[in-house]
């Protein structure tokens, strides 16, 4: 079976690692020149944090997002499975009692347990909930790792290269746009994410501290050498722009209410994109002829990646297969 | 209910922001029965036309779409978003708040009176967003707003009526004009109390979106609404201090 993937960012990459390992024929383009800021996967979080995204999400999220941290494990180095943290200032503590009765496979722990796991977060919060079975990633690094597995199994990546200009190997294309399907996925929207990377001497966490915040949650994941990834806003616009002044302000008091010496810290990029999503927010398998489109993995890319491409390989090897998040149109599930 | 010329059935009003998921909104206002919705333009979506999709998901649900000013601090901002709502919603109608505190979220009263005349004169028809304050309430309607939308708490609060002497007071001054409580409702009983004192409709946004179930809330809410409103309209009993028993004593039987 020869299979053409379309976009190379975490949905495509995944896939295309599924399918070769599958024994298919893979070939991947993408019409970005390389693995960047067009690129949505480029601004990722990378925490790998199921059971916290249950606050808000639903629940396929939680129970797919479960085979992501072994799916990533055998497929790039540094998975690091130090669980994460969830914090609330003083003033929101009965966010924090909210967050710990609608998720699960946390465990509260008090100042003192906190110190132990981060001693930087030593006398900041009186309480915290750790889920310890969560982990991170770099995406930026984890991208890479997958670009060079499949370098090694010969899998060819063609940036630069759109469908119309690519004469199409494969005798199935898969569809992994992400926004940019919206020409042919009517019911795809773009919530806008901003996301900062802060560089801040002598402050050290060893896992995400994910900071309650009203209107949205607010994540810090350590990068290493003093980088943080600070992340991310969620807005109903489809706008790939700048960030926004609000949005900088409402990252940056975030970080600052986990430490205050992230006031210090350096700001090293800003970066602002649409996330694709349907209106349940959740990720849909959609075969359009010899086209299957893999799209709406929303806040949820590296979380979801490695469960849609199960999904994905499972409906090409035998195609009367209907994968769960497989249908037409998901506006008849939400309606009924 | 009749606000602005239109008859409307429903007594719930809901906002449309921080929901799980379009989806789950959409299945909320379904379950609420409410016949009005608010959009905020300014910061769901930048205050520009990029928040098209959602607009166009919101439309599809078939309500009224009543868009908002939320997040606005000056006259000169509430009514540059309210114009840009009217092309964007193709309404005249716009919910306006001016935000004088950050902290409270508490309106501005001075400049919510002069951006309620402003956008009056200019054709549209505000549902203001202000404080229990009567000399407030008698400045709107003078500024040409039909109906009122008191506050029962800070925005997001869901500290319920915290001055019900002063929405009382508001309710039998105001006899004609629909007020609205907006605001700091936190559960169905809220609702229920707002109804019972007279309020001709409730506005509520945090209580159902974040809600652990947003469509059971909704639902939830849609039962107390109606029930305030019966109890309203069947004259309840008055409270008194002594004990009244409901079974008469005389001629029960003494056995001693």
């Known amino acids: ?336 | 209910m009749q606000v602005y010329g239109v008859d409307i059935g429903s007594r719930l009003l809901l906002g449309t922001a921080q929901y799980p998921s379009p989806a789950i909104l959409g299945d909320a206002v379904r379950a609420s029965g409410a016949e009005i919705v608010t959009v905020s333009l300014r910061r769901e979506s930048g205050g520009n036309q990029h928040g098209q999709a959602f607009w166009n998901l919101i439309r599809d649900m078939g309500v009224r779409v009543l868009p908002n000013t939320a997040g606005c601090h000056s006259v000169k901002e509430a009514v540059t978003t309210a114009q840009m709502a009217r092309e964007v919603f193709d309404t005249s109608w716009i919910k306006l708040e001016v935000i004088g505190d950050n902290d409270t979220l508490c309106p501005n009263v001075l400049d919510l009176v002069q951006a309620a005349r402003l956008l009056s004169d200019d054709g549209f028809d505000v549902f203001p967003y202000t404080t229990d304050d009567l000399v407030v309430a008698e400045r709107l309607l003078e500024a040409g707003c039909r109906v009122l939308m008191p506050w029962g708490a800070p925005i997001g609060t869901g500290l319920g009526l915290n001055n019900v002497y002063g929405l009382r007071s508001m309710r039998a001054h105001f006899p004609d004009v629909p007020l609205i409580v907006d605001a700091g409702i936190g559960l169905p009983s809220h609702a229920a109390h707002a109804m019972e004192l007279g309020f001709d409709a409730v506005l509520l946004n945090t209580a159902v979106a974040k809600a652990g179930d947003p469509v059971m809330m909704a639902s939830a809410f849609a039962k107390a609404v109606e029930a305030g409103t019966l109890a309203r309209s069947a004259d309840p009993m008055e409270a008194r201090d002594m004990a009244s028993p409901s079974t008469p004593v005389l001629g029960k039987a003494s056995l001693g």
């Open chain 1, 1 to 336: 079976m020869n299979v053409t993937v379309v976009g190379a960012g975490v949905a495509g990459l995944t896939i295309a690692t599924e399918l070769n390992r599958r024994g298919c024929k893979v070939d991947v383009i993408d019409r970005a020149p390389g693995f960047g800021r067009d690129t949505c996967s480029w601004y990722a979080g990378g925490m790998l944090a199921p059971w916290c995204e249950g606050d808000t999400a639903e629940e396929p999220v939680v129970r797919l997002g479960q085979e992501a941290i072994g799916w990533w494990r055998q497929h790039v180095p540094d998975v690091i499975e130090n669980g994460s943290l969830v914090v609330a200032p003083s003033r929101d503590a009965g966010e924090l009692a909210r967050f710990a009765r609608r998720t699960e496979a946390h465990r509260t722990i008090d100042a003192e347990q906190l110190a132990e796991l981060e001693p930087d977060l030593q006398g900041r919060f009186r309480q915290a909930l750790f889920f310890d079975a969560e982990a991170h990633i770099d995406p930026r690094k984890a991208i890479a790792a997958l670009r060079e597995n499949l370098a090694a199994s010969d899998v060819a990546i063609a940036y630069n290269t759109s469908l119309e200009s690519h004469a199409v190997s494969g005798s199935i294309v898969v569809d992994t746009r992400g926004f940019a399907a919206r020409d042919v996925l009517k019911d795809l929207r773009g919530v806008k994410g901003e996301m900062l990377v802060l560089k801040a001497e002598g402050i050290e966490f060893s896992r995400p501290i994910r900071l309650l915040h009203p209107r949205w949650p607010v994540y810090l994941v350590p990068r290493g050498n003093g980088h943080f990834m600070v992340g991310a806003t969620q807005i109903e616009a489809e706008d790939r722009g700048r960030i926004t002044a609000r949005g900088m302000v409402d990252l940056l008091n975030a970080a600052y209410a986990v430490h205050p010496a992230f006031a210090e810290a350096e700001i090293v990029e800003t970066g602002a994109d649409v996330r694709p999503a349907f209106p349940d927010n959740l990720p849909r398998l959609r075969w359009h002829g010899r086209t299957l489109h893999v799209n709406g993995l929303f806040r949820h890319g590296f979380l979801l990646a490695p469960a849609c491409a199960r999904m994905a390989a499972d409906a090409i090897a035998s195609p009367g297969h209907k994968p769960e998040l497989m249908d037409e149109d998901h506006r008849e599930r939400s309606i009924a």
